[in-house]
């Protein structure tokens, strides 16, 4: 049997969210969403505290950039910092198509910039092919 992967979802759109949600529930994996609606939601979430207590340490996280009291850019130099953290890959996907978001995204160690399309279609494949490669041809750390 495969093992569960659990996904952090950063993002603050509810209509993403659950496009993400809907397309990961198709998957061809036994999934986890998690999901928080801000950078300090996700990062109470990372690090195990106020409410997320019982927090599983995500394979992948999904983090949006622009996002209100935390934003992702905040979110990935925090996370990437921590010495437990830091190998959990992170996968930009936002709306920002700005060189200077997708630079500072990298040099904040990203494992990836996705930028999210309009219509409905090209973000469901979008989600579909991070799920083929994350889930299929990389081999993620495993959790201690």
């Known amino acids: 049997m495969p093992k569960m ?3 952090l979802l950063v993002d603050d759109n509810p209509a993403d ?11 061809k994996f036994a999934c986890n969403l998690h999901t928080a609606g801000d950078g300090v939601d996700a990062l109470d979430f990372l ?16 983090l949006d950039l622009n996002m209100p009291r935390k ?3 905040e979110v990935l130099a925090e996370l990437k910092s921590d010495p437990i953290l830091k190998v ?14 997708v630079l500072r995204s990298y040099e904040l160690h990203a494992n990836a ?6 219509d409905l279609e090209s973000f469901t494949k ?19």
């Not at 019982?54 to 996280?61: E, G, K, N, Q």
């Open 5 to 7: 992967i659990d996904v």
């Open 17 to 27: 969210v659950e496009l993400v949600q809907e397309t990961l529930k198709e998957c």
């Open 47 to 62: 690090f195990c505290r106020n409410g997320y207590q019982t927090a599983v340490r995500p394979d992948l996280i999904l």
């Open 71 to 73: 934003d992702g850019r």
């Open 88 to 101: 959990v890959p992170v996968v930009i996907m936002t709306s920002s198509e700005a060189e200077e978001d």
């Open 113 to 118: 910039y996705v930028t999210k399309p309009v």
């Open 126 to 144: 979008i989600v579909q092919a991070l799920e083929d490669f994350w889930f299929t041809v990389v081999k993620l750390p495993k959790r201690n």
